[in-house]
């Protein structure tokens, strides 16, 4: 048998052993049988809230377990097989094939585990706001953040995640001037985290009737959904003002006939929310304030972050509005990189498209360096 490939075995299968004990996978399936059986009493939904929270710790718990079962049965056929080669050696050229396969299959799967638990933070785990707003640009910016907000539409619905258009404004002409996702799913934040900053689109604009090359930027931001995993203290009587006004936008029963929308400014901070994409005013609250929680949150952390990188020296991370962090570049070359980790991807339609994951990926790797 190839000696390369069966140190590569031994490599992976020591990397998914430690996989399993560092996420206790005993512990992750006896919580698993604890929950549904407290799913499965009669008076479950009598307390819909409740349910729900119970429903999505399952949800948090399968998300670890299920991919980390599916490594350790792939690896038990990986091993079923190394043995037949080894007890075979006429039979072992005809599995090399074959195993190459399973070993390249686990260790990508064995990676994108790995990275999973580099997301440790308590907000990592959370569902996330993605805020994207047009920069400079005029018109052609506008189309630039609506195609981000494509993006990650389509990446959330690629990695099956719920997406959910929190509020949107359209622009004039084309595209938007800003909108808001709520992205649910498992570690849907610790993912996402890494988009914050400005996006640079180069191309042919198609609004410029000379086709002329355009610059256009759009800021993305990105905030966790803090649910009722971490609390925010916030003095709604005395630090925000709200707002009310009619809704804009297309459609809707109550949309442009009630003033359902809501707007939270936080005065001490000058920190600014707004929703109108739910049937009423307080659902439209409800929304706005956990979008305001979640900011408030993240602007301690950004805050305690550039502090400690202040006492060491170096530069903090680049958070909404800050320096470019993406290039996608269509004209004259064609190419989509990443300015922190250099990852570079030679075709950006795809990229536009939804194919995300390969710069998210890396991102999370650079973050370990950082």
Avoid at 33 to 45: D, G, H, R, S, V
Wanted: net charge negative.
């Amino acid at each position: 048998m190839d000696q390369d490939l069966a140190a590569r075995a031994d490599a992976v299968f020591a990397r998914i052993t430690n996989l399993k004990d560092s996420l206790d996978h005993a512990a992750l399936t006896a919580q698993v049988k604890e929950i549904n059986a407290e799913m499965a009493a009669p008076t479950f939904w009598d307390d819909q809230e409740a349910a729900q929270k119970v429903v999505k710790r399952l949800s948090n718990v399968q998300g670890v377990l299920k991919p980390l079962d599916e490594l350790l049965e792939l690896r038990g056929d990986a091993e079923a097989y190394l043995e037949l080669a080894a007890e075979d050696p006429e039979e072992a050229e005809a599995l090399s094939g074959d195993l190459r396969e399973m070993i390249a299959e686990l260790e990508r799967k064995t990676d994108a585990m790995e990275l999973r638990q580099v997301m440790s933070a308590p907000e990592d785990r959370c569902d996330a706001f993605v805020q994207i707003q047009a920069g400079e640009g005029g018109t052609d910016a506008a189309d630039w953040a609506a195609m981000l907000l494509r993006m990650y539409q389509r990446w959330g619905e690629r990695e099956g995640y719920k997406i959910e258009l929190v509020e949107s404004s359209e622009a004039e002409e084309a595209g938007i001037r800003s909108a808001i996702l709520r992205v649910s799913g498992d570690h849907a934040f610790g993912y996402l985290k890494g988009e914050s900053g400005q996006h640079r689109l180069i191309r042919i604009s198609p609004f410029d009737g000379a086709g002329r090359r355009q610059t256009s930027f759009a800021a993305v931001d990105v905030t966790p959904d803090l649910g009722d995993e971490i609390k925010v203290d916030v003095d709604y009587a005395q630090d925000v003002r709200e707002d009310t006004m009619r809704a804009g936008g297309a459609g809707g029963q109550h949309v442009n006939k009630t003033e359902s929308a809501i707007r939270l400014t936080h005065l001490p901070t000058g920190t600014v929310v707004q929703c109108q994409s739910q049937r009423s005013q307080h659902q439209n609250r409800a929304h706005a304030r956990k979008m305001l929680e979640a900011k408030l949150y993240q602007m301690e952390v950004e805050k305690r972050e550039a502090d400690n990188a202040a006492r060491r020296g170096e530069k903090s991370k680049i958070g909404f509005g800050g320096e470019t962090i993406r290039n996608y570049v269509l004209h004259p070359d064609r190419f989509a990189k990443d300015t922190r980790t250099n990852f570079r991807a030679t075709n950006p339609d795809a990229v536009i498209d939804g194919e995300l994951q390969p710069f998210i990926d890396a991102y999370l790797r650079w973050s370990i360096g950082e």
